[in-house]
């Protein structure tokens, strides 16, 4: 088995574990600190849950993507789970998800919300690398806006990659080290409009395309999508876009 460095010497960043971990209960705030998250999750749980259906089939059936429950049966894995904001959802839609993250505090949080939102989501309180060490493996492996406040992106996206069976999936969502990134991400929306708090992100830290793509290639995953996601400030909303000079997915395959 392919050993992973311990925390300490892997991707946790001490500094950005404790800006999450003081979260709490506000992790789930409409109007609070991850008020930008919450307005981003309905389209990208929308590209998610299309992804899926077309990836996997129920049996010899493709899966209905209007169905209540399209994802049952499939085994999702949400690294950097945070306070569940993803994983939630996730599970409602029928998918066995388990919500990873190495601060204590956002996993109990997580565990408090889906009591009241009556979803059972498997929250553990560990990191990918160890994680990846016990050889278990899910359908479909998620890293979404987490790989910007990571330590060592290469390390971390090794040990996801370890987690994805033969046949599974990796999806990735961070932001792209671009100057327009930096003038609407950081000035715009930490410093003009105050979406989140100022200094949340390090422009340094974000990664394009290639840089996400090159260590998932080297240890045998395929790029099969890739997607952009912009604001339309008139609908105050996110959309689907080609455009991936700010924030993007990008999904990757194991062979069968």
């Known amino acids: 088995m392919t050993e992973f460095r311990s925390a300490e010497a892997g991707s946790v960043n001490a500094e950005e574990l404790a800006r999450f971990a003081k979260l709490g209960d506000a992790w789930w705030d409409l109007e609070g600190p991850q008020r930008a998250l919450h307005k981003l999750n309905p389209i990208r749980i929308s590209y998610l849950r ?47 998800v388990t919500g990873v993250d190495p601060a204590e505090e956002n996993i109990a949080a997580a565990r408090r919300h889906a009591v009241i939102a009556g979803q059972d989501v498997d929250y553990r309180a560990t990191t990918v690398e160890a994680l990846a060490e016990t050889g278990e ?49 950081i000035v715009g929306a930490e410093y003009v409009l105050r979406w989140v708090e100022p200094g949340t992100h390090d422009w340094t830290k974000f990664l394009r395309p290639a840089e996400m793509l090159a260590p ?14 912009v604001y339309h400030p008139l609908g105050d909303e996110w959309r689907l876009s080609g455009d991936l000079d700010v924030n993007y997915m990008i999904a990757m395959a194991r062979d069968a």
């Not at 169905?67 to 993803?86: K, W």
């Not at 390390?155 to 069976?165: D, M, N, Y």
């Not at 998932?216 to 996601?229: F, M, N, P, Q, Y």
């Open 50 to 96: 299309n992804l899926f259906c077309s990836h996997f089939p129920d049996g010899q059936s493709p899966r209905d993507r209007k169905a209540e429950q399209p994802l049952r049966g499939l085994r999702i894995v949400d690294l950097g789970c945070g306070g569940g904001l993803l994983s939630e959802p996730l599970s409602a839609l029928g998918a066995k």
């Open 137 to 185: 493996t899910f359908d479909i492996v998620l890293a979404m806006e987490v790989l910007e406040h990571v330590a060592d992106v290469k390390g971390f996206l090794t040990a996801a990659a370890a987690l994805v069976r033969p046949g599974g999936l990796f999806v990735g969502a961070t932001l792209n080290r671009t100057l327009k990134s930096y003038a609407l991400a």
């Open 216 to 229: 998932l290639k080297s240890v045998g995953l395929t790029e099969i999508d890739r997607a952009g996601i």
